[in-house]
Structure formats: structure tokens, C-alpha cells
């Protein structure tokens, strides 16, 4: 994820990146780039002298109103007065700013001017200029300009993967399946020839290909069975199929399992209080727990009732209810030290936990949100899709009427907290409209 010069610095000191990391991670890329053993070589005198007259450029363009500040971004890009990442950093405040002022439109227009007038400066940051573009465009429901940006950013898949996926999250919370389904394949040639993608980036491209595919079969047609073979071509160029198991899972999402759901289906083994990095490094070898099995299929069976009982579309459905399995998973787990007393609210073990609970549902929404991921739909749609958890729990009787009171409370508080961390998230006003919009229903099937 790229860091402007006027954001808080990843490493948590507090201070602005250009005032802490930035030039060390400059003289880092040079070397990388250049292969340069003698760091002589660099100029250092001229180089912090560049620096400073950014650094102070920066400032000035800051302290600027957001008028000034959008004639000062026309200004350089007629004259092409931009020097290393002066674009990026303008143009980032500049956006946050025009989307505090709802104006969207005419910083898309500039970032067209931009392309047309010095592609090499565009070309260098390219996949976010792309991304604004396309949340503004969500944002203003100017759904038939979109293709074209989507397409575009996913030509970049290979080098830009963080970003593609930021953007499938926001096109399947806006219900923008389509546009999904008409990138994947473009991404996919981009994402399995890039030999420096890890295996863990690559792996979830292909769950959320496949099941994107799934979700635009069943949107067209509920007929559709495991054996297809338009369905199983699609999905067989990103995954090894099981068709028995595609076959239950499709069972699942179209809600016509039958299956009884009782709460020593979920029985769970807090592994150990190993560090993050040992527990994933473990999780890789072991089989999965009998808990981890079943939740998944509970929560595909949630899916099921999502889309087709409470008529949510399957993109936004999956992103909350995908969320909602990670943190009962990494709860289980005993990972990020989710340490609440399993009695304290006398819920028998394996009821439990299946609930939200306020303290360790802040604890990963706070993961989530983190600079590093900035998963905003992600965490939206699962926070909208808490109250139909509890529904659906109540239906399938893994709900009493004593935990029924106690979760109502802990909704309050999450639901609370929540508001804080959306109000002020100005790229896409429509996660916080939504959030406001949460009532904890009265759970009744």
C-alpha cells in the first residue's frame, strides 16, 4: 500500500511518513532499483535538499483551501511541474478533500487531464487514480462508466493485486456482480503468471472468482446443479473441483438444506497461545477442526437465507458472512488474544461461540480497518449482516431467549463503536448511510 508524505507513518510513531520513515524507505528503493553498493552514489546533500523543497511545496499545498488546492493541481499538471511522488501526494489529499465536498466529478476529470497531459507521471500510480475513479463513480451510480476502469485495473492485477481486491469488494457491496465477472478473467491471466504474487494471494483470488462464477449462475437460473459443464469449465480455471463437495455447498447457498443444526455441531479446542505467525504456519499443516468444518457450512447455509429469505444480493451477503466465519474461526483459535471469559455471560461453550462479542468483534474490526488492509465494505457488510446472524441462529434454535437479551446489549455497544469509525470515512458515504440504518431486530423467525 503506497503512504503519502503527509499521512501517519506505518510503523506507529505517530508522526507523518516524511518525518520519520520516508526517506529511509526512498534510499531502500534506489538501492533496489539501481543495484548500487556504494551509497555515495546517492548524493545525499542534493538529495535532502529535494526533499526539503517537497517537503515544504507539501506544506504550503496543504495549508492552501480547497480551491486553491484544486487550481494549484490544474496549475502543475499544465505546466508538468511534478518531481518524484509530488503527484500521488497532491492529488491523495486533493481526494479525500473533494470527497468531503461531494466533488466527484471534477476530480475524475482531473485525474483524466492528468492521463492525457503526462501519462509517465499517471502511469506511475495509475492503480489508485483507477480506484478513485471508481468509487466516485459507485458513489454517483454512474454504474455504465465503470467497465472501462474496471477492466483497466485488472490488466494490472499482477503488479496491483491489493487494489484489485479493494475494488471486487466495493463493486460486490454496491451489487456490481457483472462488472465483477467481466474482470476475473482479465485479473486471472495477470495473478497466475506473476511467479512474486505469494500462494496466499493467489489462493484467495481463486475462492473469490469461484465464487463469484456460483453467484452469477444462480442469478441467472436456480436450476443449475454441480454437473454443468458451462459451470464447471469457469470454475475449472481457477480450482481442482470436488464435485460432491460443490454439489453441498451449492445445497447450502440456495437454501434448500434440510440439515439440523444443533450446538455440539461446533465443538472447538483453543489450539495455544502461540504468536500469529506460528498459529497460521500450524494452521497450514493440521486438518481442519470439526468446529471449522461445520462453521463453514452453517455459514454457507446463512448465505442461503441471506439471499433467498431476506432477498440480500449474494456479493454483499458473502462478504459479510465470509467476515463473519473468519473472526468465529480466529476467535476459536486463541490468535490476536481474544481473552474473554468463556463464562462470564453463562452461555454454555459452544453456543458462545457462535455470538458477537463486543470485546474481541473490536478487537478484529480494528484489524481489519488497519492501515495495512483498510477492508471498509469488508467490515460494512459484516456489521450489516450481524443482526441476520442472530436471526438466522434463532431460527435454527441455537439461540435461547437469556442470550437472546444479552446479545441485544453487545449489538448496542458494537453498533455503537461502529459509528464512530464510519462517520468520518468520506470515500464512500454510502457504508455509513447503511451502518446508521442497523436496528437489531427483534430476532423473531
Known amino acids: 500500500m503506497k503512504v503519502g508524505r503527509n499521512e501517519l507513518c506505518p510503523c506507529g510513531s505517530g508522526k507523518k511518513y516524511k ?9 531502500d528503493e534506489t538501492l533496489s532499483q539501481h543495484d548500487v553498493d556504494n551509497e555515495q552514489m546517492l548524493f545525499p546533500e542534493a538529495a535532502d535538499s529535494s526533499t526539503d523543497q517537497i517537503d515544504e511545496f507539501c ?10 488546492k484544486v487550481a494549484c493541481v490544474i496549475d502543475a499538471i499544465d505546466n508538468l511541474i511534478f518531481i518524484d511522488d509530488m503527484a500521488f501526494d497532491m492529488l491523495d489529499i486533493l481526494y479525500q478533500e473533494s470527497c468531503k465536498h461531494n466533488d466527484r ?4 476529470e482531473l485525474l483524466q487531464m492528468l492521463k492525457k497531459k503526462d501519462p509517465f507521471t499517471y ?14 463513480l459507485l458513489v454517483e451510480k454512474k454504474y455504465d462508466q465503470i467497465p472501462e476502469f474496471t477492466k483497466e485495473l485488472a490488466r494490472m492485477a499482477g503488479e496491483n493485486i491489493d487494489e484489485f481486491f479493494g475494488i471486487i469488494d466495493a463493486l460486490s457491496y454496491h451489487n456490481q456482480l457483472a462488472m465483477v465477472i467481466d474482470a476475473l ?41 454441480a454437473h454443468d459443464p458451462a459451470l464447471l469449465k469457469k470454475l475449472n480455471l481457477y480450482i481442482e473441483l470436488d464435485v460432491n463437495m460443490l454439489e453441498e455447498y451449492l445445497i447450502y447457498i440456495t437454501n434448500k438444506s434440510n440439515r439440523k443444526w444443533a450446538t455440539n455441531d461446533f465443538p472447538y479446542t483453543r489450539i495455544s497461545r502461540a504468536s500469529q505467525y506460528d498459529y497460521y504456519q500450524k494452521k497450514k499443516k493440521r486438518k481442519k477442526s470439526l468446529f471449522e ?5 452453517f455459514c454457507a447455509a446463512f448465505l442461503g437465507y441471506l439471499r433467498h429469505s431476506e432477498n440480500i444480493p449474494y456479493g454483499k451477503a458473502y462478504l459479510g458472512s465470509n467476515e463473519i466465519m473468519e473472526y468465529l474461526i480466529i476467535r476459536v483459535s486463541g490468535d490476536y488474544e481474544f481473552n474473554v471469559g468463556l463464562h462470564k455471560k453463562r452461555f454454555i461453550e459452544s453456543a458462545f461461540m457462535l455470538l458477537p462479542e463486543e470485546e474481541s468483534l473490536t478487537i478484529y474490526l480494528g484489524i ?10 469488508r467490515a460494512a457488510a459484516m456489521l450489516e449482516m450481524l443482526p441476520y446472524w442472530l436471526k438466522f441462529m434463532k431460527c435454527n434454535d441455537l439461540l435461547t431467549e437469556s442470550e437472546e437479551a444479552v446479545c441485544k446489549k453487545e449489538l448496542q455497544i458494537i453498533f455503537k463503536e461502529a459509528y464512530k469509525l464510519f462517520e468520518n470515512y468520506n470515500q464512500d458515504p454510502t457504508i455509513f448511510d447503511n451502518i446508521k440504518k442497523i436496528n437489531p431486530p427483534s430476532f423473531v423467525c
Open 185 to 225: 478473467p482479465i485479473a486471472r491471466r495477470k495473478i497466475h503468471n506473476n511467479a512474486e504474487i505469494v500462494s496466499s494471494a493467489i489462493k484467495e483470488f481463486n475462492i473469490i472468482a469461484t465464487t463469484n462464477i456460483i453467484f452469477s449462475f444462480f442469478e441467472k437460473d436456480l436450476a443449475v446443479d
Open 123 to 136: 502511469k506511475k500510480d495509475k492503480a489508485f487514480y483507477l480506484s478513485w475513479s471508481i468509487i466516485n
Open 19 to 27: 518525518k520519520c520513515c520516508m526517506e529511509k524507505d526512498l534510499i
Open 293 to 297: 468444518e461445520n462453521i463453514a457450512y
Open 105 to 108: 466529478f471534477r476530480f475524475n
Open 368 to 377: 481489519i480497518l488497519s492501515f495495512f488492509n483498510c477492508q471498509y465494505y
Open 59 to 68: 506544506d504550503d499545498f496543504e495549508a492552501k483551501n480547497y480551491e486553491d
